[in-house]
């Protein structure tokens, strides 16, 4: 059977393309008694009704692949391969999948044997959740080099199809340095993303609505209150070093941080005691929902010299997670907080994320320091905050979902139902994006690795995905018009008073270069 496609050109004019791939005879074959073997891993679990077609690799060896994927409603869609690279057409897979929420998914597998055999295998499953995922995920992308950058990237990457677009490129100024972008409600009309570069200086590129601007100073992990007026933010002084014998040679630390926030409408930057302990290392903020307490992590300082690297005990910093109430209109600050101990957990408390109903906190654990991404053995936790609330216990469960490398830099859809994260589960240096499905019960289900067009593009991929953030529609601001704002010299001045930085200990001399120059 000869297989034809009808194409429309422009003008009016028909035309016609016809290949001679004959479709294979399948009438008879053999069970296999397992499934197939696919690459990406998309077995057995929950995905988006809205999700890119999952394109996969069939790691069986035949001269022939044939799959047919199906569920409850409409037509079937057939797809066959000479190489057993399954590239599923975007109209048919988003048909099939909005037909079918709630129902469950097949990919019918078919392998045909250098004997001209045919090999049927178990079907493989997925179920098709009710629930939308957001239509774009904005994410870092590096080379995962020791102590120099070249290229850095921050895309945003669509998720309904494949189109990924570029954001802003660190050659647009000189190749400094990209780092943390922040969101608003899971919505582009706020956005926030630092910027550390020689030549033009430390600043944060503010976003709201059409208006795009440049503040004069550099934040670290932020996070918007849920009303847009402020944004609460780390300032690190962040160092790297290197271990010789470990797996993971690399390793970063803040020889010292604090908590500082920017109010949107005075211009202005302030602290409080309560974020800022002379003593006490602060950072990774995260708002509740309803705007009525900050989360973050703090550890105690265990060294008093700071220019010495690493410092001794390096290695015994672990992380509690707090809390803090907060009166906008008042902007006052109430009291402090312990959410979770590391004395109980044995382990350092970062990353934490809520999501956006309220309910649930995400967050990672490690063996110690605040930077999980580099340890192996960082892994995701989820504590129930609702429950939390009636029976005053913050009770947490390690998700089933971690694998034997590091899991990190999480972050929530809109509605709550989907989660994306960094892991270095295929790799053990490269971190890739997945994503998972969590229920109204809390039940976290196996993760998806976010698609590829081409199922082996991650394969020679030498970059690393980190920092992702979902958004409910594309970025307004790209490319050049953000780069201009970077090279100008207008910016908006704001000042970090001294007594806003974190006290020097005790006979140590008063320099806080770092709160504004390049790390």
Known sequence: MLTCAFVLLTGGAVGFILWFERKPEISKWQWADRPAVIHPDYTGTVIAPNIAPLNFLVQEQGKYYYVKIHSEQGLPIEVFSRKGKIIIPENSWRKLLSSNRGQTLYFDVFVQMSDDRWLRFENITNSISVDNIDGYVVYRKIYPVHNIWKKIGIYQRSLHDFRERLILKNENFKRGCLNCHTFCNNSRDKMLLSIRSSKYGSSVLLGEGELISKVGTKMGY????????????????????????????????????????????????????????????????????????????????????????????????????????????????????????????????????????????????????????????????LMDLETAQTTKEYKYRRLDINSNQSESWHSWSSNSRWIVFSSKRDYGV??????????????????????????????????????????????????????????????????????????????????????????
């Open 222 to 381: 932020s996070s918007w209150h849920p009303s847009a007026r402020l944004i609460v933010y780390s300032v690190n002084k962040v160092r790297q070093f290197f271990h010789s014998p470990d797996n993971e040679v690399r390793d970063v630390l803040d020889l010292d941080s604090l908590l500082a926030y920017y109010l949107l409408e005075d211009k202005v930057i302030r602290t409080a005691p309560a974020l800022s302990q002379k003593q006490r290392l602060e950072t990774y903020p995260a708002w509740s929902p309803d705007g009525n307490y900050l989360y973050f992590c703090s550890a105690d300082m265990l060294w008093s010299d700071q220019n010495k690297l690493p410092p001794p005990d390096y290695d015994k910093v672990r992380y509690d997670l707090v809390r803090i109430s907060y009166d906008l209109d008042n902007d006052r600050w109430g009291q402090l907080e312990t959410v979770l101990s590391s004395n109980n957990t044995g382990r350092s408390v970062l990353e934490p994320r809520i999501s956006p109903d309220g309910r649930w906190l995400l967050f990672c654990m490690c063996d110690y320091g605040c930077f999980p991404v580099y340890q192996q053995s960082s892994d995701l936790y």
């Open 430 to 519: 490269f971190t890739r994006l997945y994503i998972s499905y969590i229920d109204q019960a809390g039940r976290v289900y196996k993760p998806i690795l976010l698609p590829q067009k081409d199922p082996t593009s991650y394969d020679r991929c030498l970059q690393t995905y980190n920092t992702a953030e979902f958004l409910t529609q594309p970025v307004r601001h790209t490319g050049e018009k953000l780069a201009q704002v970077v090279r100008a010299p207008q910016q908006i001045a704001v000042d970090m008073p001294i007594t806003m930085a974190t006290p020097q200990a005790p006979g140590q001399p008063a320099a806080v270069p770092w709160l504004t120059e390049r790390e």
